[in-house]
Structure formats: C-alpha cells, structure tokens
Nanobody, 119 residues
Framework: QVQLVESGGGLVQAGGSLRLSCAAS????????MGWYRHAPGKQRELVAI???????VITNSVKGRFTISRDTAKNTVYLQMNSLKPEDTAVYYC?????????????WGQGTQVTVSS
C-alpha cells in the first residue's frame, strides 16, 4: 500500500556531492521514521541516517560531517545530502520508511539507488 520512490543516485568523482530524495506515497496513516540505509558489495547493510518522528536524528559515524539528512513531513519525503563523497561511500542506497497504521508499524523499503564514487 505504500510506495517509496527514490532518486538522485549516480556516478560522481571523489569529493563531489549528490542529493538523494525519497518520497512515500499511498495509504499512510502516519510515519514513525524515515531514513537511509546502504549496502556495499562484500559489506553488511548499514544504517546511514534516520529521522524518527519526535525523536533524535541518528547518523552513522562514517558519514558524520559529510552527510545531512532532512525531512519534509508534509510531503512525506526524506533527503540525504551527501558531500565530500569518498569511494567507500559507493553502495546501493535504500530509502527506509516506517509507517504507522493503527496499531501496526510496518517497514517499507525503496527500490534502491546506486551511488558510485570514483577515485
């Protein structure tokens, strides 16, 4: 019932920037949190950043100072501004949304967007 549409991925040179966006649509009662995970080849999926509704923003140490997460609650959209990109940031980035529907909380995942950073 909920769709997440991601955009903004691509190929950039080290030191460059990308801005990812993710818009949630469908039958949404409310959103508990929105954020981003990434999965690089040979590595575990990891949390990049997340904004809980009514909670504190969480961001992984490896991107602190370089990435910024923001959210437009009215538009059900979350953004990830990525600056000073490094080759190790190369991964598929997945939007994550936790949707509250009545008493049920359901996670949804975007289709993933490839971010490739060349050295």
């Amino acid at each position: 019932q909920v769709q997440l549409v991601e955009s903004g991925g691509g190929l950039v040179q080290a030191g460059g920037s990308l801005r990812l966006s993710c818009a949630a649509s469908g039958r949404i009662f409310s959103i508990n949190s929105m954020g981003w995970y990434r999965h690089a080849p040979g590595k575990q999926r990891e949390l990049v950043a997340i904004i809980p509704s009514g909670g504190s923003t969480v961001i992984t140490n490896s991107v602190k100072g370089r990435f910024t997460i923001s959210r437009d609650t009215a538009k059900n959209t979350v953004y990830l501004q990525m600056n000073s990109l490094k080759p190790e940031d190369t991964a598929v980035y997945y939007c994550y949304v936790n949707v509250r529907g009545g008493t049920l909380n359901t996670p949804y995942w975007g289709q993933g967007t490839q971010v490739t950073v060349s050295s």
